[in-house]
């Protein structure tokens, strides 16, 4: 990954969120007043210069006075204990077992683990569950990879329907040389994809998207000062890059096609893993859309721990269902009133600040402080991570654990190695907490 964060980088100061006497478990806290009122002061403009040989943030024990935003991986709340989020490939730590779709079999409910994955639209929730099914379950068959293709197409064709959108919308003109006319464009525009009875994908629409992609005004508009007014999912570059081997006959979806392809996520889906100890970890991924969020109301009794995951990547970008909302700004009001609510009580939090290379590449172009004011880090990827970490971490004011991870939850290895170290140090602790163990 292009990104650089490591222990070092996250030991500089760092805004208050909180006094010692709001590092209380939640369940103290919701028996007792509130001490002291929580500081938010502005986050510190001084860090260390990144490295080059990290990809996530680093975890270490935070004292019982908590002065920044702790370390990715290590408990905000009263369990002080360190985790590790990295995407090295070394030292993949236990196996969480096996993983398969509830509905089969019986369980022991007392030994029941009910994980709840949060997170707003596009945010990489059901990547996340992909990973588990290669960690777990021997990936994907043929037969499965193929079910993607229909998907993959259609991220394909929305793609060309973005660039020429934008293109119309900035007045972007077509080349003289480009060997397309404007009723090419409208070919696209008009185009509707028929879902899984599309077999093969047009070779005429492949022509005019692999010629709309190559101009350099598309290219300019990805990179100028437009980059940042339109929607374009975070994984076009990769498919239309790759248009030929994707238009090829008897294309089967890649692994890796299948963790960058976009597929909305409608309902509440049930996965199941299985623990070496033979505790079954129940994982509830709803859609994260608004229109989707009345439904996770039926998934909250008795929850042990939610995975929470963010787009870093999405500060410049707006709502697909509400253009006057950002999305990171969206994120943050989720979030909020995830961790405090009475529902979660008893719940330890992850946070999963996904799409780091995303993020890593975005901020060197796109300023972080053009969408949040007050951040003033610059271009600094660290600053930048700590910065957003920290916007998110003095939310939680139920003083619930959190655990951070910055990921890229693309990379497999970088997955494995997180779950492997939620695992050891939370899952445990969770149990107990919640009278499981």
């Given at each position: 990954m292009g990104s650089c964060i490591s222990k070092s980088d996250v030991d500089g100061p760092q805004a208050a969120t909180g006094s010692p006497a709001t590092r209380r478990s939640a369940r103290e806290s919701r028996g007792s007043q509130k001490t002291g009122e929580k500081e938010q002061n502005e986050p510190s403009k001084a860090s260390a210069a990144p490295k080059t040989d990290s990809s996530a943030l680093e975890g270490r024990k935070q004292n019982s006075n908590l002065t920044k935003p702790p370390a990715a991986g290590a408990a905000t709340g009263k369990r002080q204990q360190s985790v590790v989020s990295t995407n090295s490939a070394q030292s993949t730590g236990p196996s969480l077992g096996s993983l398969s779709k509830s509905g089969g079999g019986s369980t022991d409910s007392s030994k029941a683990l009910k994980v709840l994955l949060l997170g707003s639209g596009e945010s990489g929730k059901s990547t996340v569950l992909q990973q588990l099914k290669i960690i777990h379950q021997n990936g994907f068959s043929p037969e499965e990879l193929a079910e993607y293709r229909p998907f993959i197409y259609d991220n394909i064709v929305e793609t060309g329907k973005d660039l020429v959108n934008a293109r119309i919308r900035f007045e972007v003109p077509l080349e003289a040389d480009s060997g397309l006319?404007?009723?090419?464009?409208?070919?696209?525009?008009?185009?509707?994809?028929?879902?899984?009875?599309?077999?093969?994908?047009?070779?005429?629409?492949?022509?005019?998207?692999?010629?709309?992609?190559?101009?350099?005004?598309?290219?300019?508009?990805?990179?100028?000062?437009?980059?940042?007014?339109?929607?374009?999912?975070?994984?076009?570059?990769?498919?239309?890059?790759?248009?030929?081997?994707?238009?090829?006959?008897?294309?089967?979806?890649?692994?890796?096609?299948?963790?960058?392809?976009?597929?909305?996520?409608?309902?509440?889906?049930?996965?199941?893993?299985?623990?070496?100890?033979?505790?079954?970890?129940?994982?509830?991924?709803?859609?994260?859309?608004?229109?989707?969020?009345?439904?996770?109301?039926?998934?909250?009794?008795?929850?042990?721990?939610?995975?929470?995951?963010?787009?870093?990547?999405?500060?410049?970008?707006?709502?697909?269902?509400?253009?006057?909302?950002?999305?990171?700004?969206?994120?943050?009001?989720?979030?909020?009133?995830?961790?405090?609510?009475?529902?979660?009580?008893?719940?330890?939090?992850?946070?999963?600040?996904?799409?780091?290379?995303?993020?890593?590449?975005?901020?060197?172009?796109?300023?972080?402080?053009?969408?949040?004011?007050?951040?003033?880090?610059?271009?600094?990827?660290?600053?930048?991570?700590?910065?957003?970490?920290?916007?998110?971490?003095?939310?939680?004011?139920?003083?619930?654990?959190?655990?951070?991870?910055?990921?890229?939850?693309?990379?497999?290895?970088?997955?494995?190695l997180v779950f492997a170290a939620i695992k050891e140090t939370i899952l445990e602790n969770s149990l107990k907490d919640s009278g499981v163990l």
């Open positions: 006319q404007e009723d090419d464009l409208q070919v696209i525009l008009n185009y509707n994809t028929p879902g899984s009875q599309l077999a093969e994908f047009p070779t005429s629409l492949i022509d005019i998207l692999a010629k709309i992609w190559s101009l350099r005004s598309t290219q300019d508009l990805l990179t100028g000062k437009h980059r940042s007014s339109f929607y374009l999912m975070d994984s076009a570059r990769y498919f239309m890059d790759d248009l030929q081997r994707i238009a090829n006959v008897g294309y089967t979806p890649t692994v890796r096609d299948v963790l960058l392809s976009r597929k909305k996520t409608s309902g509440i889906f049930d996965t199941v893993v299985e623990m070496d100890t033979n505790l079954k970890l129940h994982i509830y991924d709803v859609g994260g859309q608004r229109s989707e969020r009345k439904k996770w109301i039926h998934c909250f009794d008795n929850v042990t721990l939610i995975i929470f995951c963010v787009s870093l990547s999405e500060y410049d970008q707006t709502l697909l269902e509400d253009k006057s909302q950002n999305r990171l700004e969206e994120s943050l009001i989720l979030f909020d009133s995830v961790v405090n609510s009475r529902w979660f009580a008893r719940a330890s939090v992850v946070l999963f600040l996904n799409k780091i290379d995303v993020f890593a590449e975005k901020v060197q172009h796109v300023p972080l402080e053009n969408y949040f004011a007050d951040y003033a880090g610059g271009k600094d990827i660290n600053k930048a991570a700590k910065y957003i970490l920290w916007r998110f971490v003095q939310l939680n004011r139920a003083h619930l654990n959190i655990y951070p991870h910055v990921t890229q939850a693309t990379d497999t290895s970088n997955i494995k």
